[in-house]
């Protein structure tokens, strides 16, 4: 069988084959496809009304004594990213066929109430406004909603406080509702949504992974992969999640030899990853532009381009965490997110809503080379060190759950990571969500930037006329840099030490004082800026540039100013001790810059601070400490237009915290 390309349009050339070897080969097909899956069904050939897409085929062609079947679009991966581009793809191309694979096995019911009963295995994310906009637009938000808990604001614990400072948020503050839920709830809801709307035009197979093996297959018309069926450990979800350490090597994943019976060749016609953190096609991706990269010689390598590569960033501010299932007291608000953290910086615990019963998902971050950051630790010293550091929480939980959270294994945060320069490989191939770009789910950026990606790739086919190629290449144009842009903000927000003062503390303390001076021209912090979907990434990185230019504008000038007012007494205090005008001008300037900057970051400099502290410590307005005895009500017009509810510190929300699995996970 050959393809060819005839202005822009694919089309598949008459085959003339003696009438017995068609048949031989209609026979192996079968055969083959038979026994790889059930779940690969054979299609018929039919005309695509699409120049952009080959029409799905049965007929094999044989490529190394190997069959290849074809088919119209693959996604790799069945986490939220992956499911919402099946959903995405079957709405933009409806008669055509999506396949997906996931390495893992079929996700359980969201209404089956004996899968979620464990809380302390879920991994909980907070959708925010990115998130939830592109849920909506492909019409799947209301069935998310339905089993999401919606999370009004915080309530934080600075080190040795007895009284905790909550906060509610206005419509004013923050127009979108942070809504909470499983990681693997929010799957089995896409799961049973296209299931329910999407029969025979999306095919979902659990338990195969995808091997890319060819990038330009037939001339650059498809992409050929290899689908293997996964080992029976791999394709686990432990109820509903696993608890699996993950690895913390910064060096490509390797391919793992597997012993397999059931394996296909697939060509297919565009092959969107959105496999997390296992990264399986980025890293086919890095390996072959390696491959091509040390085949040139320095002359080629010179005009070629960057090659496409996985940053990989060494993570030097690592905690590990163990989740804790708890129930809040019925005088405490079931819709803020809790926190607290010790003075010596050794625990930070945070606690997001589970359901709509007041049960809680609560997440103890320690150091990795805590004596508790163990499996199998005393519950007695865990205890102990509960009722020292975090005795509000450790009155919460009886020596059961405790005996438990002491006896599980460890998890770990994903590292930073980011691909690019580009996210394509040829017009056929792309990645996105956490494959391209990830991130510590501190902030709500993990999940509801890869969701936005979907929703970016969306408008691009919109503006390119359904034109994949096009697509393709102007998605990896367009979001590779944002990639970049995330992974890099995200990172500083999370340094040790002085050098996380600099990038973080000091900047959120610069941005508290310049905003409130001076709203209409500096922005509010990064943290903030990140959760509001009307700004790129990189346009936030380009503001805050330029609001520390500015701030740095403004101190140099105000000095200026105060030296050009304090000329005449500087000059006749020179006269009066005998020293250079000169002198006393630096002086006094100095003493007056000292005296700003001491003034004002007296309370931050305390050992142990941490990043929640000084956002505490910036908020003016607090809700009223009685607050969260009152019941829950809907604000009225004239409260979130006063915005005296709450404080308008919404940026630590929404968070993503619970039990995470391993790094591999696709999303």
């Known amino acids: 069988m050959e393809i060819h390309r005839t202005g822009g349009a694919t089309k598949q050339c008459t085959i003339t084959i003696p009438l017995l070897i068609v048949a031989s080969v209609l026979i192996l097909s079968t055969s083959v496809a038979s026994a790889f899956s059930s779940t690969i069904s054979s299609r018929s050939s039919r005309s695509s009304s699409l120049q952009t897409w080959t029409a799905s085929t049965t007929t094999a062609e044989p490529i190394n004594g190997d069959y290849v079947e074809t088919a119209d679009a693959v996604v790799c991966g069945g986490g939220p990213a992956g499911l919402l581009t099946a959903i995405m793809l079957s709405q933009k191309f409806p008669h055509q066929t999506i396949q997906l694979y996931d390495r893992l096995a079929e996700p359980p019911s969201a209404q089956d109430e004996a899968v979620w009963s464990d809380i302390s295995k879920f991994y909980l994310i907070g959708l925010g406004g990115r998130g939830q906009e592109?849920?909506?637009?492909?019409?799947?938000?209301?069935?998310?909603?339905?089993?999401?808990?919606?999370?009004?604001?915080?309530?934080?614990?600075?080190?040795?406080?007895?009284?905790?400072?909550?906060?509610?948020?206005?419509?004013?503050?923050?127009?979108?509702?942070?809504?909470?839920?499983?990681?693997?709830?929010?799957?089995?809801?896409?799961?049973?949504?296209?299931?329910?709307?999407?029969?025979?035009?999306?095919?979902?197979?659990?338990?195969?992974?995808?091997?890319?093996?060819?990038?330009?297959?037939?001339?650059?018309?498809?992409?050929?992969?290899?689908?293997?069926?996964?080992?029976?450990?791999?394709?686990?979800?432990?109820?509903?999640?696993?608890?699996?350490?993950?690895?913390?090597?910064?060096?490509?994943?390797?391919?793992?030899?597997r012993e397999t019976q059931h394996s296909v060749q697939i060509a297919t016609s565009i092959l969107i990853a959105a496999d997390g953190t296992v990264r399986t096609i980025a890293n086919a991706m890095e390996h072959q532009d390696q491959q091509r990269f040390a085949a040139m010689n320095p002359l080629s390598r010179l005009t070629a381009g960057k090659p496409f590569q996985v940053k990989r960033y060494v993570d030097d501010n690592q905690r590990i965490y163990k989740t804790i299932p708890m129930k809040v007291p019925n005088d405490w608000r079931p819709d803020l997110n809790y926190s607290?953290?010790?003075?010596?910086?050794?625990?930070?615990?945070?606690?997001?809503?589970?359901?709509?019963?007041?049960?809680?998902?609560?997440?103890?971050?320690?150091?990795?080379?805590?004596?508790?950051?163990?499996?199998?630790?005393?519950?007695?010293?865990?205890?102990?060190?509960?009722?020292?550091?975090?005795?509000?929480?450790?009155?919460?939980?009886?020596?059961?759950?405790?005996?438990?959270?002491?006896?599980?294994p460890v998890s770990y945060l994903p590292g930073f990571r980011y691909a690019g320069p580009r996210l394509n490989q040829g017009d056929r191939c792309l990645i996105l969500g956490d494959s391209a770009h990830t991130v510590k789910p501190y902030f709500g950026l993990g999940a509801n930037s890869a969701l936005e990606d979907v929703k970016i790739l969306s408008n691009i086919l919109d503006a390119k006329r359904n034109n994949l190629v096009e697509a393709v290449h102007e998605f990896s144009r367009t979001r590779a840099p944002e990639s970049k842009a995330l992974v890099r903000i995200s990172r500083e927000l999370d340094r040790p030490g002085k050098v996380g003062f600099v990038t973080f503390i000091l900047p959120i303390i610069l941005d508290s004082i310049f905003n409130g001076l001076f709203p209409k021209v500096f922005m509010p912090n990064v943290i903030s800026m990140l959760q509001r979907q009307e700004y790129t990434f990189q346009q936030v990185a380009r503001r805050k540039r330029l609001d520390r230019l500015g701030q740095v504008a403004m101190i140099v000038g105000g000095l200026a100013g105060v030296a050009t007012a304090a000329k005449l007494s500087v000059q006749l205090l020179a006269?009066?001790?005998?020293?250079?005008?000169?002198?006393?001008?630096?002086?006094?300037?100095?003493?007056?810059?000292?005296?700003?900057?001491?003034?004002?970051?007296?309370?931050?400099?305390?050992?142990?601070?941490?990043?929640?502290?000084?956002?505490?410590?910036?908020?003016?307005?607090?809700?009223?400490?009685?607050?969260?005895?009152?019941?829950?009500?809907?604000?009225?017009?004239?409260?979130?237009?006063?915005?005296?509810?709450?404080?308008?510190?919404?940026?630590?929300?929404?968070?993503?915290?619970?039990?995470?699995?391993?790094?591999?996970?696709s999303e």
């Open 134 to 257: 592109a849920l909506q637009q492909f019409g799947v938000w209301d069935e998310v909603e339905a089993v999401s808990v919606a999370v009004l604001g915080r309530k934080d614990w600075s080190p040795d406080a007895k009284e905790g400072t909550e906060r509610v948020f206005t419509k004013k503050d923050k127009p979108v509702t942070t809504q909470v839920l499983p990681r693997d709830k929010l799957v089995s809801v896409m799961h049973k949504h296209i299931q329910d709307n999407y029969a025979g035009r999306i095919h979902l197979n659990y338990g195969y992974e995808v091997q890319p093996l060819d990038f330009s297959y037939h001339d650059n018309s498809a992409v050929l992969i290899q689908v293997t069926e996964s080992s029976q450990e791999d394709t686990a979800r432990l109820n509903p999640s696993s608890v699996k350490a993950v690895s913390v090597s910064n060096e490509p994943a390797q391919e793992r030899p």
């Open 340 to 408: 607290a953290r010790t003075k010596d910086g050794r625990i930070n615990f945070d606690a997001l809503p589970a359901n709509r019963n007041g049960e809680y998902c609560g997440v103890l971050l320690l150091k990795k080379d805590d004596p508790m950051a163990q499996q199998d630790t005393d519950p007695t010293e865990l205890r102990q060190l509960m009722d020292q550091g975090l005795p509000q929480f450790s009155a919460l939980l009886d020596d059961e759950t405790i005996a438990q959270v002491a006896q599980k």
């Open 575 to 665: 006269d009066v001790i005998g020293k250079k005008s000169s002198s006393v001008t630096a002086a006094a300037a100095a003493a007056v810059a000292a005296a700003f900057v001491v003034s004002r970051l007296a309370k931050f400099l305390v050992p142990g601070l941490a990043p929640a502290d000084v956002l505490t410590k910036l908020s003016d307005k607090v809700t009223n400490s009685k607050m969260h005895l009152t019941p829950l009500r809907k604000l009225t017009k004239k409260e979130e237009d006063a915005g005296t509810a709450g404080n308008g510190e919404s940026f630590l929300t929404p968070l993503g915290f619970g039990k995470k699995k391993d790094e591999a996970a």
